[in-house]
Each structure stands twice: as C-alpha cells, then as structure tokens.
C-alpha cells in the first residue's frame, strides 16, 4: 500500500512561492503517475497537477498554467509542486496521490489520502 506525506505548506503574501513536496513509500514507485490535488476552504478536493511514471509528460488545471510546476525524482520517491505568483484563491490544503496515468488521474478516486499540507495566501 502507498504511503504518502506532504510537506513544505505556509503562509505567504499575494505574489509568493512555495515548493511543496511528498514522499513516497510502499508499492512501485517508477510505475506511478503522480499528483496534486487541492481542498480549498469549504470546498470539494480538486486535481491540480499530474506527471507521468517517467516524468516527461505533466498537466495543470488551467487556473495555475504558467504558475505552478510539477517534477519528480524518481531516485527520492519524491514528487514536487513548485507554486509562484500564489494568489488568495490558492488557499487550500494540498494533497498528493499515485495513480496509472496522469488524465484517469484527473477524475480517479482514490482508497486513502495523506493529511495535506496547508497553504494559505494572504492578499
């Protein structure tokens, strides 16, 4: 069974940067896509990022397009989200998952979730 931990969440103003990052044990790690889901306040879970097993394919929900990054190293079992020009609509916990591919990924449910790691934007 995977195991998955978020960290690297904050408070930032309008305009900043995060990395958040989640680790990965258990399962087969290199034939996972991986990726980052978000809850805002009140709101439902949402995908946000995906990458593909080898780390050469990745998609954004159009509202971080140009914003956010997705990378993995697959030597660390680790998948990263690197966020600039975080704005107040980004508040949210974040969430990582594994799934088969990165577009099943988009609308997949998933058996278990990490605890997230909060980012909050101040404006």
């Known amino acids: 069974q995977v195991h998955l931990v978020e960290s690297g969440g904050g408070m930032v103003q309008t305009g900043g940067s995060l990395r958040l990052s989640c680790v990965v044990s258990g399962g087969y790690w290199r034939n996972y896509a991986m990726a980052w889901f978000r809850q805002p306040p009140g709101q439902e879970r949402e995908w946000v990022a995906g990458i593909s097993s080898s780390g050469d394919s990745t998609s954004y929900l159009d509202s971080v397009k140009g914003r956010f990054t997705i990378s993995r190293d697959n030597a660390e079992r680790t998948v990263y989200l690197l966020m600039n020009n975080l704005k107040p609509e980004d508040t949210a916990v974040y969430y990582c998952?594994?799934?088969?591919?990165?577009?099943?990924?988009?609308?997949?449910?998933?058996?278990?979730w990490g605890e997230g790691t909060q980012v909050t934007v101040s404006s």
């Open positions: 998952n594994a799934g088969v591919d990165v577009e099943s990924m988009r609308s997949a449910e998933f058996l278990s």
